[in-house]
T-cell receptor, first 113, second 113 residues
Framework: DVKVTQSSRYLVKRTGEKVFLECVQD?????MFWYRQDPGLGLRLIYFSYDVKMKEKGDIPEGYSVSREKKERFSLILESASTNQTSMYLC????????????FGSGTRLTVV | AQSVTQPDIHITVSEGASLELRCNYSYGATPYLFWYVQSPGQGLQLLLKYFSGDTLVQGIKGFEAEFKRSQSSFNLRKPSVHWSDAAEYFCAVATGGGNKLTFGTGTQLKVEL
């Protein structure tokens, strides 16, 4: 069974800290995505990557950056965490076009205090 | 710009009753449409998708959805709801060449026993 693994289910960080959220997929997918999920707002795209070392901004990239040094790993970086970045973060990947749909990780619930 | 509207934030149905969750989209081209389900504390799971062809699509767990171009709708249905269907449901449209998903804000389904 294909898998997208997010390294942490729950994280608590302090304001101003640099935070790394890690996502690994074992499906050899080219495309990977980071979304944040907030009540009443659904899922909003932060960044995505079509290939190693390639990245593109999504709808809400401010305050975030990403890294994709290897095909299977896509990291989301909060350069200086703020309380308004408290949220659920979901990673997803897709290969072979939309015929197969996204595969999502279980999510990381980040609380910034 | 593309958008997805799920007009019902919360829906409550009795177990065994039929279900319809509404989804309307705004997109200039032929859409690729999806329904995902999210159980508490979990990532999103693909229920079904529409790309082309037959406008009534069947998915997993007994769900189906009908694409109506004239109404810009892609409503999700199930003839008889089970208590385990209680979850949050998201409608999405693929954009950006087919690999980016734009999500609706979700509908929280509660099932009364």
């Amino acid at each position: 069974d294909v898998k997208v693994t997010q390294s942490s289910r729950y994280l608590v960080k302090r304001t101003g800290e640099k935070v790394f959220l890690e996502c690994v997929q074992d499906m050899d997918h080219e495309n990977m995505f980071w979304y944040r999920q907030d009540p009443g707002l659904g899922l909003r795209l932060i960044y995505f990557s079509y290939d190693v070392k390639m990245k593109e901004k999504g709808d809400i990239p401010e305050g975030y950056s990403v890294s994709r040094e290897k095909k299977e790993r896509f990291s989301l970086i909060l350069e200086s965490a703020s309380t308004n970045q408290t949220s659920m973060y979901l990673c997803a990947s897709i290969g072979g076009g939309q015929a197969y749909g996204y595969t999502f990780g279980s999510g990381t619930r980040l609380t910034v205090v | 710009a593309q958008s997805v509207t799920q007009p019902d934030i919360h829906i409550t149905v009795s177990e065994g009753a039929s279900l319809e969750l509404r989804c309307n989209y705004s997109y200039g081209a032929t859409p690729y449409l999806f329904w995902y389900v999210q159980s508490p504390g979990q990532g999103l799971q693909l229920l079904l998708k529409y790309f082309s062809g037959d406008t009534l699509v069947q998915g997993i767990k007994g769900f189906e959805a009908e694409f109506k171009r004239s109404q810009s709708s892609f409503n999700l249905r199930k003839p008889s709801v089970h208590w385990s269907d209680a979850a949050e449901y998201f409608c999405a449209v693929a954009t950006g060449g087919g690999n980016k998903l734009t999500f609706g804000t979700g509908t929280q389904l509660k099932v009364e026993l």
